[in-house]
């Protein structure tokens, strides 16, 4: 039987997530886990916007960290992106190739990463979700750092019912300019980790080889 903490954490991240549409549990919200459902369609924070000097902040690693939500749509495509701009106003860099979650629950991807450059900088990380009723949005205020995050997250999981796969949303790529998308040899988005590794990396926390 789980422990009694276990349940009610569980509990309570359920009655959370049904008011809102999606929610970011790794790195943290700026809303935490009480989300303005009403205020989710506001780019790029949804309803909280970040401030480096003030907003609570967590580590990410730039060689590779998580990126886990919560999502109550039965789909929706994912883009990853952030920026060293403090008002989280543009310049923004994507971060992994944006993918198709099928079923409602719980994601996690174990492979997104940052430039090498931003390593010692703050910065802010935004999940926008392209799902039924459009475009929604959360962010997070993080530190860059070096190497590879190889400690999973309590909330880095996938539920049993969901599937990720590629997938190509021009909405969402309209959301990063072209100078960040530029590819540099055979890295997907010009900062050493090829895209074939990013998709197989993808693969690994889809169903078939979840994290449970």
């Not at 359920?14 to 970011?24: D, E, G, I, K, Y």
């Not at 990720?164 to 050493?192: R, Y």
């Amino acid at each position: 039987m789980a422990p009694l903490r276990s349940l009610v954490a569980a509990a309570l991240l359920l009655v959370s997530s049904v008011n809102a549409h999606f929610l970011l549990l790794h790195p943290t919200s700026l809303e935490g886990t009480e989300i303005d459902e009403s205020k989710e369609g506001n780019a790029p924070c949804g309803a909280n916007m970040p401030d480096l000097a003030s907003s609570p902040s967590s580590e990410f690693h730039v060689g590779g960290d998580q990126v886990a939500v919560q999502l109550s749509h039965p789909q929706a495509n994912w883009l990853i992106r952030g920026t060293l701009d403090g008002k989280a106003s543009g310049n923004w860099t994507q971060m992994f190739p944006i993918v198709k979650q099928s079923g409602v629950g719980a994601f996690c991807e174990i492979a997104v990463v940052a430039p090498e450059a931003w390593v010692g900088k703050k910065g802010v990380i935004s999940v926008a979700a392209n799902a039924p009723d459009g475009i929604l949005y959360q962010c997070a205020v993080v530190n860059f750092v070096s190497g590879t995050n190889t400690t999973l997250d309590s909330n880095c999981r996938n539920a049993s019912s969901v599937t990720a796969s590629p997938e190509n949303d021009v909405q969402l790529a309209a959301l990063i300019s072209k100078a960040d998308t530029t590819t540099k040899g055979n890295s997907a988005s010009g900062f050493g980790l090829p895209l074939g590794s990013l998709f197989a990396a993808a693969a690994m926390a889809m169903a078939g080889a979840a994290i449970l």
